[in-house]
């Protein structure tokens, strides 16, 4: 079952903050957020491991709460390169089988 | 350093064929993961290889099949196309499962 992501959309001027939230069903072992822009792949930005570990490659925020089965991601001080789709990966093994939600599309103006 | 390649970019199939879609992964990576992005939505899982098995499935029929060489290159290969089956196939890589994923830039097939 795919996660719920929330907001479908959200529209920011540059420097505002927002949060996206992702809300699964299951155990979760991992959760995975990703970004993908009009016509690219899905760039990976952070995984938060069950336990409290993070690894990100990018000044973006996150948090995980195992027993809600609940990730949030924070987009704070948001520039324009933020722009683009967020979509969470929640796994419930350690290889990493994503289930993908709808994705949130973020449009940040000047 | 050279990220997930896929081949070929575009493609266009007439209801009924058969595709095969290539991948090599990231240096470094052995665990190559195929999804199915239709327009407007996410990324849903196929399957996962790793030392050459099939680790993990998703909900796709049986039409849809891997392979993985021992170099960690995979290829998807769909049987009896359906317009249905029209979509962005990306491949991701990584390294057992605890890192993220790097995706292919992925192939669109077209089913006509």
């Known amino acids: 079952q795919q996660p719920v992501q929330s907001p479908q959309a959200v529209i920011l001027r540059e420097g505002e903050d927002a949060v996206i939230n992702c809300s699964s069903s299951k155990a979760l072992y991992s959760v995975h957020w990703y970004r993908q822009k009009h016509g690219e792949a899905p760039v990976f930005l952070m995984i938060l491991l069950k336990g409290g570990e993070q690894k990100g490659h990018e000044k973006i925020s996150a948090s995980f709460n195992e027993k809600k089965q609940q990730s949030s991601l924070y987009l704070t001080a948001s520039q324009l390169s933020y722009s683009g789709t967020y979509f969470c990966?929640?796994?419930?093994?350690?290889?990493?089988?994503?289930?993908f939600g709808a994705g949130t599309q973020v449009v940040v103006t000047p | 350093d050279a990220g997930v390649t896929q081949s070929p970019t575009h493609l266009i199939k007439t209801r009924g064929q058969q595709v095969t879609l290539r991948c090599s992964p990231k240096?470094?990576?052995?665990?190559v993961s195929w999804y199915q992005q239709a327009l407007g939505q996410g990324p849903q899982f196929i399957f996962q290889?790793?030392?050459?098995?099939?680790?993990q499935r998703g909900n796709f029929p049986d039409r849809f099949s891997g392979h993985q060489f021992p170099n960690y290159s995979s290829e998807l290969n769909v049987n009896a196309l359906l317009l249905g089956d029209s979509a962005l196939y990306l491949c991701a890589s990584s390294y057992y499962g605890d890192y993220g994923y790097t995706f292919g830039s992925g192939t669109r097939l077209t089913v006509v």
């Open positions: 990966g929640p796994a419930t093994d350690s290889w990493g089988k994503l289930q």
């Open positions: 240096s470094g990576h052995d665990t």
């Open positions: 290889y790793y030392e050459e098995e099939e680790r």
